[in-house]
T-cell receptor, first 110, second 111 residues
Framework: NAGVTQTPKFRILKIGQSMTLQCTQD?????MYWYRQDPGMGLKLIYY???????DKGEVPNGYNVSRSTTEDFPLRLELAAPSQTSVYFC?????????FGSGTRLTVV | TQLLEQSPQFLSIQEGENLTVYCNSS?????LQWYRQEPGEGPVLLVT?????EVKKLKRLTFQFGDARKDSSLHITAAQTGDTGLYLC???????????FGTGTKLQVIP
């Protein structure tokens, strides 16, 4: 049982480049989330989805976009990368019992 | 605005000692979760508490939800090096299973 799978694990982007962080879950959870975690800080919600075709902004959505075409997949798109987007990104899905997180993507924008 | 404040922010103790981590808020939560995160990994759910005053035990870890459902504590008895990590509390309010994460407590257990 894979749970939540994120790719890539690491990525270096140049300022202005774009990329998509992939996230897939095999637990048939309706709810999925993207968080970013900066050093010494907690988790900040970027976007979330309550089901296929439904997405909404979280606390820090600027500079990001998401889509949810299937229950399993919830990719996060970064357009025009900026140094402020250097962070560790976590995808998660949830049930009534709590969240399951992926292992994260460490992104550096230079 | 940070809804959940954790204390202490950092904690370094010797193996075998006891410790308590606190998670406080002025808001009422319908449930509260505790996670442990190890370096290079995502947070892993330890427990969910839903009833005011509830106490749950997970081996050497004891979790308590405040009577007013605004705060919680995590007590570790006889800490081991394997307990080292970042401990995060997360409160749910407003439905849709969307939680707010606390500021985190970084625990280091020294052998």
């Amino acid at each position: 049982n894979a749970g939540v799978t994120q790719t890539p694990k690491f990525r270096i982007l140049k300022i202005g480049q774009s990329m998509t962080l992939q996230c897939t879950q095999d637990m048939n959870h309706n709810y999925m989330y993207w968080y970013r975690q900066d050093p010494g800080m907690g988790l900040k919600l970027i976007y979330y989805s309550v089901g296929a075709g439904i997405t909404d902004k979280g606390e820090v959505p600027n500079g990001y976009n998401v889509s949810r075409s299937t229950t399993e997949d919830f990719p996060l798109r970064l357009e025009l990368a900026a140094p402020s987007q250097t962070s560790v990104y976590f995808c998660a899905s949830s049930s009534i019992y709590g969240y399951t997180f992926g292992s994260g993507t460490r992104l550096t924008v230079v | 605005t940070q809804l959940l404040e954790q204390s202490p922010q950092f904690l370094s103790i010797q193996e075998g000692e006891n410790l308590t981590v606190y998670c406080n808020s002025s808001s009422v939560f319908s449930s509260l979760q505790w996670y442990r995160q190890e370096p290079g990994e995502g947070p892993v759910l330890l427990v969910t508490v839903v009833t005011g005053g509830e106490v749950k035990k997970l081996k050497r870890l004891t979790f308590q939800f405040g009577d007013a459902r605004k705060d919680s504590s995590l007590h570790i008895t006889a800490a081991q090096t394997g307990d080292t990590g970042l401990y995060l509390c997360a409160g749910e309010r407003g439905g849709y299973q969307k939680v707010t994460f606390g500021t985190g407590t970084k625990l280091q257990v020294i052998p």
